[in-house]
């Protein structure tokens, strides 16, 4: 089949987005429609006295000015949490409220606590510019780590001393028992840094409301209409979803923080039902800093016990995960359910895994490319570096003692996650083969020469797709010659529209050019689960297989009566129903072409099992001790993500996640002012993005080892290269340093960091 599954089609939405005929939703306009700009607080923690609004409404072009108490419907306005978790002793956790806009107190910096809706985006921006806030201003704590320890402020009553939750998952005892027998234990302290996702494209709304029929639109880029729409309706806008129709076009990035509803979206709405105008709002990159999701901002203790060959025989983690000020739609669940990965994928007999939720005055915290798993990728990845050299043993070989072996399938970790498939140990030799580490040492050679250090890193991973979230997908046939297949999810620059085309293409054996994929409007379809945790071609490809099963079976009842005979003697081959044993066949198309009937299938599936991806990344860098500047020379990853559906969009993902893994690596960090509390790195002057000439060409391999847990034999690939990558580095900058005295840096990897770190070493 002529791109069909396995096939490196060139990607069919680029021509739209070389061109700049994408359709971004800064693009979108509405009729009649009014701007919104929001009034931010200033401050970490603050009492809002009073908010005065005159000044702003007696400016030429403002309309109104909207505060909590003038958007909110009677059943308030909120943004809710879908994923809240117990505590271990059993109690469920505090989930305070998060009200769309800030009403007697603010939290963080960028708070809002009113909107300007003007005729124009300027003279809302003056607008906002004059409305004044009296705040009387409170002490703040912006630190993960410090903001449990007694005297911190506190953030929310409801949460003493600022624990959100306190959880844990394994067997506590077992792994004590095996800490106390162990021949050597390995501790680390590190912290997993915070970061600001930082899509090209900035969040935009535009709310709508057709007081006739009473219902509201939402058009706006996200990640999952359906997601967007459940979670809005009812908490923050106080309606049924059928009431809410979310609708998005292109989206320039998503990498998690456009899954999410925020006080904007439901903003917008409730204005424009006010107003009877559409209202529009496109976030500043200052407001991407100060109002998106953030992420990662853990700080960990991790513990290794092993035997005198190297073994390992428990490990032990106790995390503090920052949330941020409120509790974001899924934050409890990505340290937790991450918590379940650490350890892999090496056999540990025992693991105890202890997660704290910490409250803090900063920007909400939420999943970001990974999502928990290169949290827990690290915290392994690290351990497993220090263990090696506390006992002296080469880190691959050390791995290679204690990978869980392909024999061992299905398995189950310590932790209760049961590992369908993975040959780790051979992929592992095909990762040290890809990057030629037996060429290292002479390469190790040639940089000491020029007075430079050199080192290898490997950051070993495993991950598990998301699987939570139901989804749907229906198939038209038109019979102008195409199937227009509506689907839950959502691309953000994954390259959808190709692969699952390609998908189409293969199942009904039509031509890649005949199949359609519309993922714009929330109503097409009655749920979806979106674009999130590399669950889409998992989740996706399942129930658009299903979908085609529906329209083969129905096709072949239509064809039996276009045929003259019964449905069981049709055959469906090459987009033909085939009468058995004869030579008489009617196409998909024709079929589709009687004026009497519809031609539609349908498919759904509630939840999906996991799937595995996993993979090595090897990172070889040189460092210039005299400046503490590092070169990536070499990186390279080999990623069994089971049955690739298109090897060239699969290698761009990984080697989009690896640049960004080698952001966070290498410069991505929230600075937070531990006095004012202000966001220090809230634009690209200060928030260090990754850039072209940072990073070497990245080598990528695939190992296809098909899941056993669905039909298809997918498994996820849109996380591998963030997960694999930050391990892969750090690693090798440690192993580069290793000679020079240093064996602990925590990311970002600032050249002023290492230098210091240098000089402390031989000062020790
Ligand atoms: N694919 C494939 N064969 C497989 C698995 C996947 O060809 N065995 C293809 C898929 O068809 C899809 C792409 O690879 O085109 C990624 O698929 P998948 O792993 O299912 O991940 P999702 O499509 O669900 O994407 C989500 C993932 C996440 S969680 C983030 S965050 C992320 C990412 O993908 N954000 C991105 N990649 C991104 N890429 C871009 N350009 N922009 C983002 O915001």
């Known amino acids: 089949m002529k791109y069909g599954v396995g096939q490196s089609v060139p990607r069919v939405e680029d021509e739209r987005f070389l061109k700049g005929e994408g359709v971004f939703s800064n693009d979108l306009t509405r009729p009649g429609e009014a701007y919104a700009c929001f009034v931010r607080s200033p401050h970490a923690h603050a009492d809002i006295k009073s908010v005065a609004t005159d000044d702003a409404l007696a400016l030429p072009g403002v309309l109104a000015v909207f505060t909590y108490q003038d958007l909110a419907p009677d059943s308030g306005s909120n943004l809710t949490c879908i994923a809240p978790i117990e505590n271990r002793d059993g109690t469920m956790m505090a989930v305070p409220p998060h009200p769309v806009l800030a009403t007697e107190r603010v ?43 007694d005297g911190s402020p506190v953030v929310w009553p409801q949460a003493p001393g600022n624990l959100a939750f306190d959880w844990d998952v394994g067997d506590a005892p077992k792994t004590e028992e095996a800490f106390a027998n162990a021949h050597h234990v390995t501790r680390i302290q590190l912290v997993n840094n915070r970061l600001a996702p930082s899509a090209i494209e900035p969040r935009a709304a535009i709310g709508e409301y057709d007081s006739g029929a009473q219902k509201f639109t939402l058009y706006a880029g996200c990640q999952g209409r359906h997601v967007l729409r459940d979670a809005l309706a009812t908490a923050a806008l106080g309606v049924q979803p059928e009431d809410l129709r979310v609708m998005t076009h292109d989206v320039g990035g998503g990498f998690g923080a456009k899954i999410f509803p925020y006080g904007e979206h439901a903003v917008v709405l409730l204005a424009a039902r006010l107003l009877g105008r559409p209202v ?72 105890h895994a202890r997660v704290r939720g910490v409250y803090t005055n900063t920007v909400p915290v939420d999943a970001y490319r990974g999502a928990g798993k290169p949290e827990a990728a690290y915290v392994t990845e690290r351990l497993v570096d220090a263990a090696a050299r506390e006992m002296s043993i080469p880190p691959e070989v050390l791995r290679r003692r204690n990978f869980i072996q392909p024999d061992q399938m299905p398995y189950q970790t310590a932790t209760g996650v049961e590992i369908d498939s993975g040959d780790f140990a051979s992929l592992f030799e095909q990762g040290l083969e890809l990057a030629d580490r037996d060429g290292f040492a002479a390469r190790r050679t040639a940089s000491i020469e020029r007075g430079m250090a050199r080192g290898l890193g490997i950051g070993v991973y ?30 953000q620059g994954q390259g959808h529209e190709t692969t699952f085309a390609q998908v189409v293409s293969e199942r009904l054996g039509i031509p890649f050019e005949a199949v359609q994929l519309l993922y714009q409007d929330s109503e097409t379809l009655p749920g979806g689960g979106g674009t999130m945790g590399s669950r889409s071609m998992v989740s996706g490809g399942t129930v658009v297989h299903r979908a085609a099963d529906d329209l083969v079976s129905k096709g072949k009842e239509l064809a039996a009566t276009a045929l003259d005979d019964q449905p069981d003697h049709i055959d469906f081959t090459d987009g033909h129903f085939h009468l058995r044993d004869t030579n008489r066949s009617v196409s998909l198309f024709d079929l589709a072409a009687d004026p009497d009937h519809g031609f539609e299938g349908e498919g759904s599936c509630a939840e999906f099992p996991a799937t595995f991806p996993n993979g090595v990344h090897i990172c070889e860098v040189e460092i210039d001790p005299a400046t503490g500047k590092i070169s990536i020379e070499r990186f390279s990853a080999v990623n069994d993500c089971g049955v690739v559906v298109n090897p060239m969009i699969v290698e761009g993902q990984v080697q989009g996640g690896v640049v960004q893994g080698l952001g966070q690596a290498l410069l991505e960090h929230c600075v937070y002012d531990p006095v004012s509390g202000q966001l220090l790195t809230g634009s690209f002057m200060d928030y260090g993005l990754p850039r072209a000439d940072m990073i070497p060409d990245i080598a990528v391999d695939q190992r296809e080892i098909p899941t056993v847990n669905n039909d ?37 990897l600032w050249p002023e960091k290492i230098w210091q770190a240098i000089q402390a070493a031989k000062a020790a």
Do not use: C
Request: no cysteine.
């Open 280 to 351: 529009n709002w496109t976030a500043t990159r200052n407001e991407v800093f100060l109002a998106d999701a953030q992420a990662r901002d853990h700080v960990t203790e991790a513990e290794l016990a092993l035997d005198q060959d190297g073994k390992f025989l428990a490990m032990r983690v106790s995390t503090m995960a920052g949330m941020g000020a409120y509790i974001q739609l899924f934050a409890p669940f990505i340290p937790t359910d991450a918590a379940g990965l650490h350890g892999v994928p090496y056999v540990i007999p025992a693991i």
């Open 712 to 748: 298809m034999g997918f498994k996820g690939v849109g996380e591998a290269g963030a997960t694999g990558a930050p391990p892969a580095l750090v690693n090798a900058v440690l192993n580069g340093l290793a000679d020079l005295g240093v064996t602990d840096l925590d990311m970002p």
């Open 107 to 149: 939290r963080h910096v960028g708070d809002p606590v009113a909107v300007v809706i003007g005729e124009t985006p300027d003279a809302a921006a003056d607008g906002a510019d004059t409305v004044w806030v009296d705040y009387e201003a409170l002490p703040s704590v912006t630190d993960t780590g410090t903001a449990l320890a």
């Open 462 to 491: 495993l991950e598990k797709t998301f699987g939570a979230l139901g989804e749907y997908a229906r198939m038209e046939v038109d019979p102008a010659g195409q199937v227009r297949v509506h689907l839950g999810t959502q691309s």
